[in-house]
Every structure is written in C-alpha cells, then in structure tokens.
Nanobody, 124 residues
Framework: QVQLVESGGGLVQTGGSLRLSCAAP????????MAWFRQAPGKEREFVGG????????TYANFMEGHFTIARDSAENTINLQMNSPKLDDTAVYYC?????????????????WGRGTQVTVSS
C-alpha cells in the first residue's frame, strides 16, 4: 500500500511563501508519478500540478505556472510544492496524489493513492 503524508501547511500572508511536502514510501517513490490537488470550501477538487517519475514530465494548471513550483527530492522521497506570493483564493486543503502511470494527469480519477490533505490559509 502506498501511503502518502503531506506536511508544511499553515497560515501564510499574501506576498509570502510556503512549501508543502509529500512523503512516499522509499521502495515506491522512484516509480511514482505524483501530483498536488486542492479543494477550497464549496468547490470541487482541482489539479494544481504534477511531476512524473524521474521528473520526465512536469505539468501545472494554467493558473499555477510561474506561481508555484513542483520538484522531486529523491534523497527525502518527497515531492515539494513551493508556493510563492500566494493569493487569497489559494486558500484550500492541498492533497498529494500518486499513481504508477508514467505521465501526469489533471484528472483526479487517474490517481490511485491519496494523502489526507494539509490546510493552507492565505491571509492579507
């Protein structure tokens, strides 16, 4: 079973920065394609960005590129979401997802494993 554990959420001000991490079991991490989704109150879960195994493919939601950055840390078996200058509407629960498929996908249905989520609250 692939268990994913998110960390790093909390309160951040607009113009600040925050880094989320998602840890995966070391025996699976090299083979996992992983992604971040988020869900704001009253809204559907939406794709933020994803990174394939070996970082061959990195994709972002159109509104995220240049604003957030996703990277793999093979030494720590984590993927990180660096949030720079977040906006108020970036407030949401952020979920880590993973699959053994080779490419990232913007569809939540394509991911087989999910973390419990971490709350990010952006304040002015």
């Amino acid at each position: 079973q692939v268990q994913l554990v998110e960390s790093g959420g909390g309160l951040v001000q607009t113009g600040g920065s925050l880094r989320l991490s998602c840890a995966a079991p070391s025996q699976f991490f090299p083979s996992l394609t992983m992604a971040w989704f988020r869900q704001a109150p009253g809204k559907e879960r939406e794709f933020v960005g994803g990174i394939s195994w070996m970082s061959l493919f990195i994709t972002y939601a159109n509104f995220m590129e240049g604003h957030f950055t996703i990277a793999r840390d093979s030494a720590e078996n984590t993927i990180n979401l660096q949030m720079n200058s977040p906006k108020l509407d970036d407030t949401a629960v952020y979920y880590c997802a993973a699959t053994f498929k080779e490419r990232t996908s913007e569809s939540a249905a394509d991911y087989d494993y999910w973390g419990r989520g971490t709350q990010v609250t952006v304040s002015s």
